[in-house]
T-cell receptor, first 114, second 108 residues
Framework: DAGVIQSPRHEVTEMGQEVTLRCKPISGHNSLFWYRQTMMRGLELLIYFNNNVPIDDSGMPEDRFSAKMPNASFSTLKIQPSEPRDSAVYFC????????????FGQGTRLTVV | GIQVEQSPPDLILQEGANSTLRCNFSDSVNNLQWFHQNPWGQLINLFYIPSGTKQNGRLSATTVATERYSLLYISSSQTTDSGVYFCAVISGNTPLVFGKGTRLSVIA
């Protein structure tokens, strides 16, 4: 398996623009997680899905952030409108059979909002 | 929620030296993972170790769940071991909660 695949690897956008980050989990995994990494806050969970259903989105910072998982092999994280403070590395991860198994991370998307 | 504390925050080693990184957690866990974040930012799985001891080459890890800590041992360190080492745990129904990491620099 190719692992968790994220795109794009890097994104530079202007403040106010819409940004969409994409993730393809490992085939057969039924849990998907979005994390954000910043210097100030470290790695923090934004939202996670089990069997394509959002379970906990309490980590989503505000209404500008939204995430979807239309099928078992694809998820998106959208920021609209983007702000400079959204600049961070966004990671997607997946695991098998819920949370109590090993999670694997994608290579991340480095987002810069100018 | 569960608290995860890693120590030391920073570590500088001469190539060939050994080191021990520690992860303390504030509640019982049913999953614990160690990751290495390399200088390119990639999170690499090292160990999935909710309890017991595992070894993989120069690296080994031990988790003592009853005492709420885990240790990562790096022997004969190499410059390629540089990066940030994260401990992450699952307690109850929460997804992985990460510590702040230990930044390791191995000098030739």
């Amino acid at each position: 398996d190719a692992g968790v695949i994220q795109s794009p690897r890097h994104e530079v956008t202007e403040m106010g623009q819409e940004v969409t980050l994409r993730c393809k989990p490992i085939s057969g995994h039924n849990s998907l997680f979005w994390y954000r990494q910043t210097m100030m806050r470290g790695l923090e969970l934004l939202i996670y899905f089990n069997n394509n259903v959002p379970i906990d989105d309490s980590g989503m910072p505000e209404d500008r952030f939204s995430a979807k998982m239309p099928n078992a092999s694809f998820s998106t994280l959208k920021i609209q409108p983007s702000e400079p403070r959204d600049s961070a590395v966004y990671f997607c991860a997946s695991s098998l059979q819920g949370q109590n198994t090993e999670a694997f991370f994608g290579q991340g998307t480095r987002l810069t909002v100018v | 929620g569960i608290q995860v504390e890693q120590s030391p925050p920073d570590l500088i080693l001469q190539e060939g030296a050994n080191s021990t990184l520690r992860c303390n957690f504030s509640d019982s866990v049913n999953n614990l993972q160690w990751f290495h974040q390399n200088p390119w930012g990639q999170l690499i799985n090292l160990f999935y170790i909710p309890s017991g001891t595992k070894q993989n080459g120069r690296l080994s890890a031990t988790t003592v769940a009853t005492e709420r800590y885990s240790l990562l041992y790096i022997s004969s360190s190499q410059t390629t071991d540089s990066g940030v080492y994260f401990c992450a745990v699952i307690s109850g129904n929460t997804p992985l909660v990460f510590g702040k990491g230990t930044r390791l620099s191995v000098i030739a």
